[in-house]
């Protein structure tokens, strides 16, 4: 899912820099206003690449500080020297968070992230499919979306809703973001063909051959299409570790979901409450 979200990011700030186009096309706008705001968008943009990857760098250090504290108690150098870095992390993210709000602020007071147009063209496409966003939370996908969205059919629906709009809206632009969106829908469709074979529950050889050549082909279009992407953790695992562990295990990732880990818990307080009236961990 961390995949495709930042795809849907990618083409959903795509929309967004229509949106500016139109409204700066449409009204009388000093050019530098405009060229002041596009510098603070790209700077908001930067600073939420960088807070994704510090959450991610900070969701790794604490788990791994605590298996060390497990392992070789706290007061050891490594499992101390993890939980500094795991502290400094921390603040790296306040900060960002800081820097977030204040970019937003600025932007905010020219033209509403995700008020125009275009944007609002692309969430109506998505609602046209059957995928509502968690509107408490961010505006979240869940797992079924992404296997919804990620439907041909679906793919064009979405691209052609934007391209129809800039037709009729910024006929001037028509061509560029015609090009532009076959450019999200073939990235979206690569993305697509690796997301069925790996998220299968079992990979014979030849879905690995497969697998290893639409992984290939993805990356490449990705890294041309889009330069300056950066590539987060979950995109490098499925270039670098997919294939290999599919060939070795034949095992998709459809099997490896929390949700069988996680209701073990469940059985842990029962057994808790079970044997809580006796006396002495040793002996419970």
Not at 15 to 43: I, M
Not at 62 to 88: C, F
Not at 219 to 248: C, Y
Request: hydrophobic share 40%.
């Amino acid at each position: 899912m961390g995949i495709f979200t930042k795809l849907f990011e990618l083409f959903e700030d795509f929309c967004h820099s229509l949106d500016l186009e139109l409204a700066f096309y449409h009204t009388e706008v000093d050019p530098s206003r405009y060229s002041l705001y596009s510098q603070e968008l790209q700077r908001l943009h930067q600073y939420k690449v960088e807070l994704q990857e510090a959450k991610q760098s900070e969701s790794v250090l604490q788990q791994l500080a605590t298996y060390m504290a497990v392992l070789i108690g706290e007061s050891n150098p490594l499992t101390a020297d993890l939980l500094h870095q795991s502290a400094n992390t921390s603040k790296i993210v306040k900060q960002l968070e800081t820097k977030i709000a204040a970019s937003t602020a600025v932007v905010t007071r020219e033209i509403p992230l995700n008020e125009g147009p275009f944007v609002k063209e692309l969430d109506m496409a998505l609602q046209s499919i059957g995928v509502h966003r968690q509107q408490y939370f961010g505006g979240n996908f869940v797992g079924n979306h992404v296997h919804k969205t990620l439907k041909l059919p679906n793919i064009n629906t979405l691209c052609s809703a934007i391209c129809k709009l800039a037709e009729s809206s910024l006929p001037q632009k028509s061509e560029m973001v015609a090009t532009r969106t076959m450019i999200f829908f073939n990235t979206f469709s690569k993305f697509a063909k690796c997301h069925s074979i790996y998220d299968q529950n079992f990979i014979d050889e030849a879905l690995v051959h497969e697998l290893e050549q639409s992984v290939q082909e993805f990356m490449e279009l990705f890294r041309t299409n889009f330069p300056k992407g950066t590539i987060p953790i979950k995109m490098h695992m499925v270039e670098d570790h997919a294939v290999q562990w599919a060939r070795s295990t034949h095992v998709g990732f459809g099997l490896l979901g929390e949700q069988g880990a996680e209701s073990i818990h469940a059985k842990f307080n029962n057994l808790a409450r079970a044997y809580s009236a006796i006396k002495g961990n040793v002996h419970q």
